[in-house]
């Protein structure tokens, strides 16, 4: 097996419109691994999710993203989910006029054509086998089936909408996976039932970078390390313990003990 880590940002520099946010984030992760991104709003947490993802309207000024090895920053959004890339959004879009069930066929069809370039024993879905294999992760997600033939988040609840954005991730079976604050707007209930899905979905084969400012997903998605996100840098690195404590001092008061040099407003 490579030493390659799967996953790996070294000294990235990013922003939008002119402003830098992104001012040096360094991040390795392995397979098998989960690791919690925490901050507070305005510390760059979103913008290094929408800069690995490939986002237009975010500028990469400086450093790289390595994925299996290979800096992904020149290629497009697309290309970078067919490699296996896959960013859950905090607000998914409504996309009218394109059913769930086709926007998932012609996603996941398009992933695995990528990976049988590749060289994997895999082919692009029959109609037949994506009927069977559709219905077979809705029932382990706890989907309802009228999902597959609702227009794309149009209408759907925020649980919905974090519920469809995991079964995508479903269908993909992408390596690494970004979760952007997909505890944001759901319930306690809505939140067991996302993480139970996402739980059920992981694999040793890959790894997830989990960005939450709460505590409270950590119960359920249980990270191997965990980081601290002030002023577009990570701060304190450590591990599932450091959540913990950050809950009980609260961001000010952590900031103060552990990093007083960084910029926390």
Known sequence: M????????????????????????????????????????????????????????????????LYKGENILEMGPDERAQLGLFLAFQYPTSIPGVSMANFLRMAANSRRQRRADEGEDVAPFTPREFRRTLREKMALLKVDESFANRYLNEGFSGGEKKRAEILQMAMLEPEFCIMDETDSGLDIDALRTVSDGVNALFTENMAMLVITHYQRLLNYIKPNFVHIMADGRIVKSGGPELASELEDLGYDKFMAKYVPEAVTA
């Open 2 to 65: 490579s030493d390659t880590p799967l996953f790996q940002i070294q000294n990235l520099h990013a922003g939008i419109e002119g402003q830098e946010i992104l001012r040096g984030v360094d991040l390795t992760i392995q397979r098998g691994e989960i690791h919690a991104l925490m901050g507070k709003n305005g510390s760059g947490k979103s913008t290094l999710a929408y800069a690995v993802a490939g986002h237009p309207n975010y500028e990469v000024t400086e450093g790289a993203v």
